[in-house]
């Protein structure tokens, strides 16, 4: 059965520091890849997307940027990190297109102080 | 008008009762809808999936899609304190599954 781990579970960063989230997929293959943000109380807003090692689709312009260095590792990255990227970070897989069923991580909850 | 619309809610509902969440999309071309539920604090997790016209039914929960209408819901009979939590909706937008904002009920004792 497919398995999805993200890293850290919970993470407090001060402003202007760098960061790393870490996600990865076992038991499938070429997944599509997903990072979402949900604000507190909000809906999920959908940060990047990779169908394919080093296919990376950005869908909001900001400070992150997402790396897919092996076939089931994505990582999302800001070389300095705002107060307004506090939030829940959530990686998500799917096979085939990417309108198929998404499984969620159990997320990383980031507070930037 | 978004991609996919839901009532934010809360829905308040007592236990025992049935509650009814809904969800319109506007690309005619979905072929599949999906529901997530998102307890507090947590990730989502798929509960239902519908691909044809009418009802499925999955132990207390029943997904009704008429393509028609461009609607989708669910509902959730004899509800239980431990159903309150956030529902999204899901249905394809272009190329990508998008997510409706989330219906958050409330199931009272």
């Known amino acids: 059965s497919q398995t999805i781990h993200q890293w850290p579970a919970t993470l407090v960063q001060p402003v202007g520091s760098p960061l790393s989230l870490e996600c990865t997929v076992e038991?499938?293959?070429?997944?599509?890849l997903y990072w979402y943000r949900q604000a507190a109380g909000r809906g999920l807003q959908l940060l990047f997307y990779s169908v394919g090692i080093g296919q990376i689709s950005s869908e909001v312009p900001q400070n992150l940027s997402a790396s897919r260095p092996q076939d089931r590792q994505f990582i999302l990255s800001s070389k300095k990190l705002l107060l307004s990227d506090s939030g829940f970070y959530l990686c998500a897989w799917s096979e085939g297109t990417p309108q198929e069923t998404q499984y969620f991580g159990p997320g990383t909850r980031l507070l930037v102080l | 008008q978004k991609e996919v619309e839901q009532n934010s809610g809360p829905l308040s509902v007592p236990e025992g009762a049935i509650a009814s969440l809904n969800c319109t999309y506007s690309d005619r071309g979905s072929q599949s809808f999906f529901w997530y539920r998102q307890y507090s604090g947590k990730s989502p997790e798929l509960i239902m999936f519908?691909?044809?016209?009418g009802d499925k039914e999955d132990g207390r929960f029943t997904a009704q899609l008429n393509k028609a209408s461009q609607y989708v819901s669910l509902l959730i009979r004899d509800s239980q304190p431990s159903d309150s939590a956030t529902y999204l909706c899901a249905a394809p937008a272009g190329n990508m599954l998008t997510f409706g904002g989330g219906t958050r009920l409330m199931v009272k004792p």
């Open positions: 519908i691909y044809s016209n």
């Open positions: 038991g499938t293959s070429n997944p599509n």
